[in-house]
């Protein structure tokens, strides 16, 4: 204690203390204040890849997923024999969006944050389960159920059997169902960009 006395009471100290710690406390307040920039700007930059990412990728492809699932519809109801063109839908998933951690996306978008999870998950699964599955499941299963009733090729049996009316009515609210989550998914795209 008296050490510090004696070194607060002599001026020549005492400026000496000063001369470096204000130079030390500055140093140290514009670091603080460069990194909140740093950070400010690493933000934006990351919430405009993501809403971008949105608006031109994947917004852009729910229409082609419904029209795609409606495709599938129909063909499975009308019994065609046509084989559809089904897009593959390659830029369809959310494996970009895992560079960004969980907190920084609640960083970057606060309250939205569980918008925006909801819109990963959905287009994740989405993903997953593309039309092309879902059609390849259908006939997959059909064209198994026939080779066992011995009944290749019968359309009648197809249009007639119950487990086939079954498989065709699962198909059909499986695709129903993915059509909901396709127009959900992009309400909640477009309340997250906006």
Request: charged content about 25%.
């Amino acid at each position: 204690m008296n050490l510090l006395c004696k070194v607060i009471n002599d001026p020549e100290n005492l400026m000496n203390i000063i001369n470096w710690t204000v130079p030390f406390l500055l140093g140290l307040l514009s670091s603080f204040i460069i990194d909140f920039i740093r950070n400010i700007i690493k933000r934006k930059r990351k919430k405009k890849f993501v809403e971008i990412y949105l608006t031109k990728t994947i917004l852009p492809e729910i229409p082609e997923l419904e029209k795609a699932y409606k495709s599938i519809r129909e063909r499975i109801n009308n019994f065609s024999l046509i084989h559809l063109k089904i897009p593959v839908f390659e830029s369809f998933n959310s494996k970009v969006f895992n560079g960004i951690s969980p907190t920084e996306y609640y960083e970057i978008f606060g309250e939205n944050y569980t918008t925006l999870n909801e819109i990963i998950t959905t287009t994740e699964f989405i993903s997953e389960n593309l039309p092309l599955k879902t059609d390849q499941r259908y006939y997959d299963y059909i064209n198994s159920h026939l080779i066992e009733k011995n009944k290749i090729g019968d359309t009648e049996h197809e249009k007639t059997c119950p487990t086939c009316i079954d498989h065709r009515n699962l198909i059909n609210g499986i695709i129903d169902i993915r059509i909901d989550e396709l127009n959900k998914l992009k309400q909640k795209i477009l309340k997250l960009i906006n």
